[in-house]
């Protein structure tokens, strides 16, 4: 079974992530951020993997400290359960309508971090 687990703690966040990629489906994220639970379901429900967060971070300040370092420690996690990427492909691309809305996303697990974000959201 290809799993990882991670905990990070920092001054502002405590972030525990738990990955199973050979899971069906199953997602437990408790972030106390709704949308943010809404879209770590969605993300483990279509991708077919379990994934259980945990996350207490200081969202009385602003959700940013607690979303950054939940993307660092389940890129960590992911890492640690693809252990030596035997068998992986180093990158993949899609597109997916849903509604009235249309995502690309392209992945590239060479190890070198970056991520480019494009939308409009509101406050609240």
């Known amino acids: 079974m290809r799993v990882g687990e991670v905990d990070r703690k ?3 966040t405590s972030i525990q992530v738990k990955i199973n990629l050979d ?3 199953i997602v437990n994220a408790d972030t106390k951020i709704p949308f943010f639970d809404h879209m770590l379901n969605a993300f483990g429900k279509h991708g077919g993997f379990d994934l259980d967060v945990v996350a207490d971070g200081d969202l009385d300040v602003d959700f940013h400290h607690t979303i950054e370092d ?3 420690v389940l890129g960590l996690a992911i890492e640690k359960a ?3 990427k035997t068998g ?4 993949a691309y899609t ?3 849903m509604d009235e809305a249309i995502d690309h996303a392209a992945l590239d697990i ?7 974000m494009k939308g409009e959201f509101s406050e609240g």
């Open 10 to 12: 920092t001054k502002e």
């Open 88 to 91: 992986i492909e180093r990158f």
């Open 95 to 97: 597109a997916v309508p």
């Open 23 to 25: 899971g069906s489906g």
């Open 70 to 72: 939940i993307g660092i």
């Open 82 to 84: 693809l252990g030596d």
């Open 110 to 116: 060479s190890g070198r971090p970056y991520l480019v």
